[in-house]
């Protein structure tokens, strides 16, 4: 039984996107998203739709690849979909089927919320295909810096996001070899009731519990013996900076930006 994830994992390629300064990914991301979450028309969709559809293209990542990274997450569009179909009453009814209903505003809003959300998807995976977990380590670190000017663990927050990038894929490959590994024994995770599955899964769950302690214990000795002081100035082996290739990148997102909310203060 083998236990893939895709989300996240880095897809090596020579393109604008992925040479762009990470401060200024994650940036242009945040202001990608809020405006995507604000379209609410059919022109906005179209439009946020061509310029994710242009990002893909300049990313140079297979379509196909970005799929496989956010089918885990197919379900819950179906879900929200479905829910807005069915409870959303607002409008003419354009279908029934005994106690069920759809009118025309579910209609809309189950467009129109699922839209939102795939292309907000799409757009995060893009940038995680696109940049290494050092790089959006250092990035993190660098855009939380201020904080500890006022005291907050800015550099500890990054450390901690960094080691959680770290020990996800880690921690899945421990759960597909204990799951093999109870297999192998006897165990059946696919037979029997709710109840009976839910068991089988305690076993793996307390095996997957006693690897993460192990883990952090062997990393803190790590961090301990190498004398890491959390908060100390750190350099890197890399300096990012700031180009011409970063200013066209947050220009056409502020482009984008105002474009939106001028088709929403026209609609």
């Given at each position: 039984?083998?236990?893939?994830?895709?989300?996240?994992?880095?897809?090596?390629?020579?393109?604008?996107?992925?040479?762009?300064?990470?401060?200024?990914?994650?940036?242009?991301?945040?202001?990608?998203?809020v405006?995507?979450?604000?379209?609410?028309?059919?022109a906005?969709?179209?439009?946020a739709?061509?310029?994710?559809a242009?990002?893909?293209?300049?990313?140079?990542v297979?379509?196909?690849?970005?799929?496989?990274?956010?089918?885990?997450?197919?379900?819950?569009?179906?879900?929200?979909?479905?829910?807005?179909?069915?409870?959303?009453?607002?409008?003419e009814v354009?279908?029934?089927?005994?106690?069920?209903?759809?009118?025309?505003?579910g209609?809309?809003?189950?467009?129109?919320?699922?839209?939102?959300?795939?292309?907000?998807?799409?757009?995060?995976?893009?940038?995680?295909?696109?940049?290494?977990?050092?790089?959006?380590?250092?990035?993190?670190?660098?855009?939380?810096?201020?904080?500890?000017?006022?005291?907050?663990?800015?550099?500890?927050?990054a450390m901690?996001?960094?080691?959680?990038?770290?020990?996800?894929?880690?921690?899945?490959?421990?759960?597909?070899?204990?799951i093999?590994?109870?297999?192998?024994?006897?165990?059946?995770?696919?037979?029997?009731?709710?109840?009976?599955?839910?068991?089988?899964?305690?076993?793996?769950?307390?095996?997957?519990?006693?690897?993460?302690?192990?883990?952090?214990?062997?990393l803190?000795?790590?961090?301990?013996?190498?004398?890491?002081?959390?908060?100390s100035?750190?350099?890197?082996?890399h300096?990012p900076?700031i180009?011409?290739?970063?200013?066209?990148?947050?220009?056409?997102?502020?482009?984008?930006?105002?474009?939106?909310?001028?088709?929403?203060?026209?609609?």
């Amino acid at each position: 039984m083998a236990l893939r994830i895709s989300i996240g994992q880095y897809y090596a390629a020579d393109s604008p996107v992925h040479a762009l300064d990470a401060r200024v990914k994650l940036w242009c991301v945040l202001a990608t998203l809020v405006a995507i979450f604000c379209a609410a028309g059919p022109a906005q969709l179209a439009l946020a739709l061509a310029f994710v559809a242009a990002l893909l293209v300049a990313a140079r990542v297979p379509a196909g690849r970005v799929l496989a990274s956010i089918r885990p997450l197919m379900v819950f569009l179906a879900v929200l979909s479905l829910f807005n179909l069915l409870f959303v009453r607002t409008g003419e009814v354009v279908a029934s089927l005994g106690p069920l209903s759809v009118t025309a505003g579910g209609v809309s809003a189950a467009v129109l919320y699922t839209a939102r959300f795939a292309l907000a998807l799409v757009t995060g995976s893009v940038v995680m295909l696109t940049t290494t977990p050092t790089q959006l380590a250092d990035a993190f670190d660098r855009m939380l810096s201020p904080l500890s000017r006022i005291g907050l663990p800015g550099h500890e927050i990054a450390m901690v996001f960094s080691l959680m990038m770290r020990f996800v894929p880690t921690l899945a490959d421990e759960t597909s070899a204990i799951i093999d590994a109870q297999s192998l024994r006897g165990g059946a995770f696919d037979e029997g009731g709710p109840v009976r599955r839910v068991r089988s899964i305690v076993p793996v769950v307390v095996a997957l519990l006693a690897s993460g302690l192990r883990h952090a214990d062997g990393l803190s000795r790590a961090l301990d013996a190498r004398c890491y002081e959390g908060g100390s100035s750190r350099t890197h082996l890399h300096e990012p900076s700031i180009g011409p290739r970063e200013l066209i990148a947050a220009a056409l997102t502020a482009a984008f930006v105002a474009l939106l909310a001028l088709l929403g203060a026209l609609a």
